[in-house]
């Protein structure tokens, strides 16, 4: 199995690199095709913190609570692992409008993503407890599996550890300087701490050519399967 991490900070690129790769060999192996279409899927550290957020939020809202009061409240306590409840810091502030998807009907709210994530769950149940989540849930029968957000240092090394390549990918603004994402504190640790990091690959490129970032990240994942046969 072909194992691709992507980081590593916010809105640069790492889901269209990813899904330009998975579009790429459902396209080239068309039915019918002599050789059986490659096994693909992506996957992300944060599916499960996207889970455990919403739970919680889906549990808060209905007991009355409105969005601009949750940074009021304190993250129930965990029912095997954890015996206190834990106070919701003032910066992470709820978005008023936040973006919904399906894994995330109760909202995205990248504050209290960052929060949770980092500050909860790593501090306080291990700094793998997100990686120990995704590897448990990922099949072993894959061709090429690929996770789009590595924000840490034990997370790159998770997918090196596993023979995998970590990329990483640079959005620029039209001027020329590094894009930061607004929604969420630039000098969070999940933004910074795999700043210099020895990546294997690189992607950087201007805003307006996400095709272009998707061409390049299939060259990537090809030149890697060769490397492989």
Do not use: C
Request: proline share 7%.
């Amino acid at each position: 199995m072909l194992l691709l991490g992507f980081g590593s900070k916010a809105r640069q690129g790492k889901d269209t690199a990813a899904q330009a790769i998975k579009d790429y060999f459902k396209q080239v192996y068309y039915p019918g095709f002599a050789a059986p279409a490659p096994k693909v899927q992506i996957f992300k550290y944060a599916t499960a913190l996207y889970q455990e957020t919403n739970d919680w939020l889906k549990v808060t809202t209905q007991d009355g609570l409105e969005y601009s009061e949750l940074g009021h409240y304190v993250v129930p306590p965990d029912e095997t692992n954890f015996n206190t409840h834990i106070q919701i810091p003032e910066w992470v502030k709820p978005d008023p409008n936040p973006q919904k998807s399906e894994l995330a009907p109760y909202g995205k709210h990248p504050k209290l993503l960052q929060w949770w994530g980092t500050e909860y769950r790593r501090h306080h149940f291990g700094q793998d407890y997100w990686i120990k989540k995704l590897y448990q849930s990922m099949p072993t029968n894959l061709d090429i599996a690929m996770v789009t957000d590595v924000r840490f240092i034990d997370e790159a090394e998770a997918i090196k550890q596993r023979g995998g390549y970590v990329i990483n990918l640079q959005r620029l603004n039209k001027d020329g300087s590094p894009y930061v994402d607004l929604s969420r504190p630039a000098d969070h640790p999940s933004e910074t701490q795999l700043d210099g990091y020895n990546w294997d690959f690189y992607i950087k490129n201007k805003e307006g050519h996400a095709a272009l970032t998707g061409e390049i990240a299939i060259t990537i994942a090809q030149y890697l399967r060769g490397l492989q046969k």
